[in-house]
């Protein structure tokens, strides 16, 4: 057997993991293989030269905890995490009707068209009048088209 | 080594006994759960954290997801799930953290590996005699092995748990696991080879 194999054994014969077979087989090696025996050995060494850990967490810890959980309990929390689907669907509607509206603006009805150039035409209007006359007088003055031109 | 093997599939009764006391307002319940679970949760955490700040902070860190979240798990074994949730903040840090340092990893320009630096600091067989400090310089240099192979080191020698299980909390095949202890073992051994003849006598 390779030597990989007889370790994955070993390992899972530490742990009572191994099948029947699989034991069978492993006990075989071991009587055959001084590599085999070398390995187990060494593995229960180092599983015997782990220490203990005595270090334990902070004295406090359960209480620490447990006013972590109380804290995230409190009522404020919780009403703010039961509003949150409401404020969710709140923003959602504004944002939708934004949406709407701002396409609504781009594609103007033609009413809307029709009003905004007669709103254009009351500002334009005097102001073509406004200027011939200007022209008209200009034109009086000079005698010449040419100088209008030039001025 | 200690529990070997051992089955754990549902929720001991005592433990959801504790914890449905625990939901009722009696404190003294988590108490008794923490004070129960606190050694290996502890030890494990502490052999894969940044040192004891850190994993008091992991510890408790724990504990608040677990049982924020108990509704979800009735069925499992709490050591288990318990792990389970340690491993997975452990990982969340490490990828928080820039580089992963392993024995293979140049801590120095000069490109001397981690391991070759720990060796190096550490003391040699002369001064270690009892299986206390071998098991020490073990601990030592399996602070070097990267995350995964380390949590299944410690979670199979110190801890006790199963490949099964031990599977079942990274989240892979028990083929894996087997593999990744079977790496740290030979990094251990390539580490320790100086010293294998003292942990032999002290182990003996």
Redesign the interface.
């Known amino acids: 057997m390779k030597p990989?194999k007889i370790?994955?054994m070993l390992?899972?014969e530490?742990?009572?993991?191994l099948t029947a077979k699989q034991r069978r087989r492993l006990t075989r090696e071991l009587a055959v293989s001084g590599n085999a025996r070398r390995m187990r050995?060494?593995?229960?060494?180092?599983?015997?030269?782990?220490?203990e850990?005595d270090?334990?967490?902070?004295p406090w810890?359960?209480?620490?905890?447990?006013s972590?959980?109380r804290a995230?309990k409190t009522p404020a929390r919780t009403v703010v995490r039961l509003l949150k689907p409401v404020f969710a669907l709140a923003a959602c509607l504004l944002l939708a009707t934004g949406l709407w509206t701002f396409h609504g603006k781009q594609n103007p009805s033609v009413s809307d068209v029709v009003s905004v150039t007669a709103e254009l035409n009351v500002w334009n209007d005097p102001l073509e009048e406004d200027m011939s006359e200007l022209e008209n007088l200009i034109l009086a003055i000079s005698g010449d088209p040419l100088d209008i031109m030039e001025i | 080594m200690k529990t070997v093997g051992r089955k754990t599939t549902r929720m001991d009764d005592e433990d959801a006994k504790l914890l449905a006391a625990y939901r009722k307002g009696d404190a003294e319940a988590l108490g008794t759960l923490v004070e129960k679970y606190k050694r290996p949760l502890f030890g494990f955490i502490l052999r894969i954290s940044e040192g004891r700040e850190d994993a008091d902070e992991v510890f408790q860190e724990v504990w608040v997801r677990a049982i924020k979240n108990m509704n979800r798990y009735r069925q499992k074994n709490l050591l288990s799930w318990l792990f389970r949730i340690a491993h997975n903040l452990m990982i969340d840090r490490v990828r928080r953290r820039k580089p992963v340092l392993s024995f293979e990893t140049p801590a120095t320009e000069g490109g001397i590996a981690v391991g070759e630096l720990l060796a190096a600091s550490q003391p040699g067989p002369d001064r270690e005699t009892g299986g206390r400090d071998l098991g020490a310089r073990i601990e030592s240099a399996a602070a070097g092995l990267p995350i995964e192979q380390r949590e299944v080191f410690w979670l199979r020698m110190q801890a006790g748990l199963s490949f099964r299980e031990i599977a079942k909390i990274q989240k892979c095949s028990i083929n894996t696991a087997l593999a990744r202890m079977q790496y740290a073992v030979s990094k251990l051994r390539k580490e320790l080879a100086g010293d294998y003849r003292d942990l032999q006598e002290a182990g003996s």
Not at chain 1, 41 to 51: G, H, Q, R, W
Not at chain 1, 61 to 66: K, Q
């Open positions: 990989g370790e994955k390992l899972l530490q742990t009572g993991e050995d060494e593995l229960n060494t180092i599983s015997k030269a782990i220490v850990n270090t334990a967490p902070d810890a359960a209480r620490r905890i447990d972590r959980l995230e």
